[in-house]
């Protein structure tokens, strides 16, 4: 039995890495990229409009892989841009980061979370719906979750400087979480 989990966990880690390939599903990206070239810098309101949509984290991130990897607009499709597969590769490495903050927490608090951790892996990979909403969709959600799930590690052992901090930079990555 332990041996066919095994195989399960390769396999599903195989199709998450796959994900990095979709297409851009709901295009934020791209509607990221249009309206921060339509925004005048010298208007407040689009500015607010930015920030409204898309939280301080998210939108440094993204200005700065746009300012790294130029977009050719010649080119017909987003998903054909070189910052399109830099995005996917960083939510990929995001929602493992995701993976490993789950496994500190299981490996700190072994009392109240008594599932096994091949249990616990297969569990994450095999969440179609984490890596469908964050990969291959492109939302940005998940820049904040290894920060939020350390936040909830600090804050179980009762270390309320460090959850303060890691919410903190949740925040910064996702707004919906005030």
Do not use: C, E, H
């Not at 390769?10 to 990206?29: A, D, H």
């Amino acid at each position: 039995m332990l041996t066919v989990k095994y195989f399960l966990l390769i396999l599903l880690v195989l199709i998450s890495i796959s994900s990095i390939f979709n297409t851009p599903g709901v295009n934020l990206l791209a509607s990221f990229y249009n309206l921060t070239n339509q925004t005048d810098p010298k208007v407040l309101d689009n500015w607010l409009n930015i920030f409204l949509q898309y939280p301080p984290g998210v939108y440094l991130t993204l200005t700065f892989l746009l300012s790294q990897f130029k977009v050719d607009l010649n080119a017909a499709l987003f998903d054909k841009q070189s910052v399109w597969l830099a995005v996917k590769f960083l939510l990929y490495a995001f929602y493992l980061l995701t993976y490993l903050s789950l496994l500190y927490l299981k490996k700190t608090n072994r009392k109240i979370i008594t599932i096994p951790f091949l249990d616990l892996s297969l569990a994450f990979f095999a969440s179609v719906s984490i890596l469908l909403s964050s990969v291959g969709l492109i939302f940005f959600d998940i820049l904040s979750a290894p920060f939020l799930i350390l936040s909830i590690t600090f804050l179980i052992k009762r270390k309320i400087v460090p959850s303060v901090f890691f919410y903190s930079i949740s925040l910064f990555f996702n707004w919906s979480l005030f």
